[in-house]
C-alpha cells in the first residue's frame, strides 16, 4: 500500500502561534483531504483539494495541493485551543479509488 | 455534522466470535468506506461498497466482509474475531463521481478479549 508520511509527528505550541505541517509520498496523488480527529471520534473534513498548486482556506486554515502531486501543506493561523487535536491527511491516487492516510501530526496547544 | 452515524458506539468480544456493526450513509451519498484505526495509526482502509457492490478492498482477510443496502445504510461483518482486531471501527461516506470527499461516521470502539 501507499505510504503517506507527515511530518512534524507532534507539535506543542503556545496559543496564537502559527502551524505548519505537511504530507510526502513517493506516488503522485490525484485528490488530498485534510481531516482533524478528536480522541474517539470519528475525523471531521477540514479541506479538500483536487488539483495542482491549488490553494484553499477554511477559516483560520490553509491548504495546499503540492505543485509535484505528491505532497501537500496544512497551516493554521492563530492557533486556538479547541484546534488540539490529530490532523491527518488522505490522498487518493486516482478517482473511485481508495483514499491512504498518512500517520498524522498530533497537535497541543498551550494557553 | 456529518449525518453519518454508527452502531454500536463500544462493543466487547472475545475471540473467535463474530461481529456486525452498522453505518447509515449521508443523505444523497452513494458509497460507503469502511476503515480500521488502530490506536495511534491512521485509519487502514478495508473496502468500499458503491450500488451494493464491493468496488475496492484494502489488505484485509476474507473473515472481514460487508453488505450495502439499496437505502445506503451498510454493515461490517468480522468472523472468527482476533485480539488485534481490537480497533476503531469508522464508516465513511461520499459520492463517486467528480470531486470526491469522504465523510466520517463517530465509530465503533470494539474491543476483542
Known amino acids: 500500500g501507499q505510504q503517506l508520511n507527515q511530518s512534524p509527528q507532534s507539535m506543542f505550541i503556545q496559543e496564537g502561534e502559527d502551524v505548519s505541517m505537511n504530507c510526502t509520498s513517493s506516488s503522485i496523488f490525484n485528490t488530498w483531504l485534510w481531516y482533524k480527529q478528536d480522541p474517539g471520534e470519528g475525523p471531521v473534513l477540514l479541506i479538500a483539494l483536487y488539483k495542482a498548486g491549488e490553494l484553499t482556506s477554511n477559516g483560520r486554515l490553509t491548504a495546499q495541493f503540492g505543485i509535484t502531486r505528491k505532497d501537500s501543506f496544512l497551516n493554521i493561523s492563530a492557533s486556538i485551543p479547541s484546534d488540539v487535536g490529530i490532523y491527518f491527511c488522505a490522498g487518493q491516487l486516482d478517482p473511485g479509488n481508495q483514499f491512504y492516510f498518512g500517520t498524522g501530526t498530533s497537535l497541543t496547544v498551550i494557553p | 455534522e456529518t449525518g453519518v452515524t454508527q452502531s454500536p458506539t463500544h462493543l466487547i468480544k472475545t475471540r473467535g466470535q463474530q461481529v456486525t456493526l452498522r453505518c447509515s450513509s449521508q443523505?444523497?451519498?452513494?458509497?460507503v468506506s469502511w476503515y480500521q484505526q488502530a490506536l495511534g495509526q491512521g485509519p487502514q482502509f478495508i473496502f468500499q461498497?458503491?450500488?451494493?457492490?464491493?468496488?475496492g478492498r484494502g489488505n484485509f482477510p476474507p473473515r472481514f466482509s460487508g453488505l450495502q443496502f439499496p437505502n445506503y445504510s451498510s454493515e461490517l461483518n468480522v468472523n472468527a474475531l482476533e485480539l488485534d482486531d481490537s480497533a476503531l471501527y469508522l464508516c465513511?461516506?461520499?459520492?463517486?463521481?467528480?470531486?470526491?470527499?469522504?465523510?466520517f461516521g463517530p465509530g465503533t470502539r470494539l474491543l476483542v478479549l
Open positions: 443523505s444523497g451519498h452513494n458509497t
Open positions: 461498497y458503491y450500488r451494493e457492490e464491493e468496488n
Open positions: 465513511a461516506s461520499g459520492v463517486l463521481a467528480g470531486k470526491e470527499t469522504q465523510y
